[in-house]
Nanobody, 114 residues
Framework: QVQLVESGGGLVQPGGSLRLSCAASGRLFSVYYMGWYRQAPEKQRELVATITTGGNTNYADSVKGRFTISRDNSWMVYLQMNSLKPEDTAVYYC?????????WGQGTQVTVSS
């Protein structure tokens, strides 16, 4: 089984920055991609950014130019969030998709407010 643990969420002022981390453990082979998704209250979970094992990235239009997804060889995936806006407020979830399917972390709360 795959376990994902997110960290780095918190309260930040508009225009500020935050860096989220996701630590993956378990069946860390045949991984296709990892990513970050978010879910605001009363809204559907939406894609924020994904990164394939080959390093290809994809971003939601709403975060392009502000967020950067990255990963390292210790199976950590990061989301650098700059120029944060109140509408970025959500629970952010880490996703790992491998040969067995998708696995979600527990989520970390990001609140952007003055």
């Amino acid at each position: 089984q795959v376990q994902l643990v997110e960290s780095g969420g918190g309260l930040v002022q508009p225009g500020g920055s935050l860096r989220l981390s996701c630590a993956a453990s378990g069946r860390l082979f045949s991984v296709y991609y990892m990513g970050w998704y978010r879910q605001a209250p009363e809204k559907q979970r939406e894609l924020v950014a994904t990164i394939t094992t080959g390093g290809n990235t994809n971003y939601a239009d709403s975060v392009k130019g502000r967020f950067t997804i990255s990963r390292d060889n210790s199976w950590m995936v990061y989301l650098q969030m700059n120029s944060l806006k109140p509408e970025d407020t959500a629970v952010y979830y880490c996703l790992l998709y491998n040969v067995d399917g998708g696995y979600w972390g527990q989520g970390t709360q990001v609140t952007v407010s003055s």
